[in-house]
């Protein structure tokens, strides 16, 4: 990430603009650190200078603000230096100093799936694809289908969206997400296969394994009559746990196959065959049909806060759920009648990051972007009940 050290910074007057940017306020925290409001080209960027030990200042740009190119922070916190008259200990924020995923019309966010998304054809999903061979193989197979790629390794992701320019494949999609979720932001029956290849094992940490009763369901809520689920793997405990989640379903057609061919190996099953090591298949077969489900919306305050009584009333604080829990990490005043609230809340597998703006009473997420996706509703439901029995 772009940063730079500094031992003094010249305060600044808000609002106020230099060069392209715009810096609309600052807000302090009780343990010292500071963020400035930054926007350059219509993007908000926030500024976060932390007191480090040593009487240095580390100005970084805050993880929740996600710029849409990463040389947008970098160009914010280059005018921020200049205009606070920064003289830098040390600095990597001059340009061209970050490789980034390179943008390409297939890798999407996770915005793309939950607003704009329509399946107008088959949809076959494959979970952590790795190298990509797989994944690859069936998209040049079967041009009608729709696939979607899903990967939290970066290079990986790299590598398949290079692969799908240069052999012209134009019916992958690619988002960086964790499969255990991603389920949620599909429509209800409309997926023809779900191959997940090789998983991690997590044999001495099952719960962080992909499968589980969870993921199963929702597969089997976008997964159409007569489509499959798959799992491929080398692990026998992999292969004896997932067998057993499918058998605790009410009903379910499920196959099983030792040492099958298929007509591409991935990097992973050559290792494993080398290694004469053996590999197992569970194919659960979906029979029901299901009830759709509506698009997830965002989530937002109805109700305004008396900002002043969350400051007095806040602490450091992890309150938790069944599957969820919410952070609330660090207060950031304004004013008197405006701050921020840095928090991380969600699923316990995946959370967001994010602050909550308290603006003259009013409340919202920033960034505003945050799905109502399961765990976060009840997340957010926990907090709005926080803010009423500080405030009420
Ligand atoms: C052992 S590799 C197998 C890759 C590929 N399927 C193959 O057969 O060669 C597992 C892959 O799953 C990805 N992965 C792990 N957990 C994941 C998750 N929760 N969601 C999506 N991908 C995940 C990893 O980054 C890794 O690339």
Known sequence: MPNFHTKTLKPLQY????K???????????RGNTLVMASTQGEQVLIRIQQKEDGVLLVKGDKVTRPTQASFLQKVLIDFRDASEAEEIFSNIEPKKFLHVKHSPYLKEIEFF???FDAKREIWVEV??????HLLHQAKKNPHIQFIGLEIHKPSIEQVLKQCELQNIDNILVIDYDARLFMEFLPSNVVGRIFVHFPVPWDK?????VFSAAFIEE?????HVNATLELRTDSPLYFEFTFSQMMQLSKADVHVKKNAELEITSKYEDRWRKMEKDIYDVILTNEIEAAPIPKLGRLHFDDGVDFAKIRDAFKDELLRG???FVHFEELFEIDEKSGLIRLSFGANERNERCFIQIQE???SYLPETILATKSNFSAHTLIKEWFHGICD
């Open 15 to 18: 609002p106020c603009t230099y």
């Open 20 to 30: 392209e940017t715009t810096f609309t306020y600052e807000a302090r925290s009780k």
């Open 114 to 116: 939950a607003n704009h």
């Open 128 to 133: 952590g694809f790795g190298s990509g061979r």
């Open 205 to 209: 940490k099952p719960h962080r394994r």
């Open 219 to 223: 597969a089997l809520r976008v997964l």
């Open 322 to 324: 069944e599957g969820f």
């Open 361 to 363: 009473g009013k409340v």
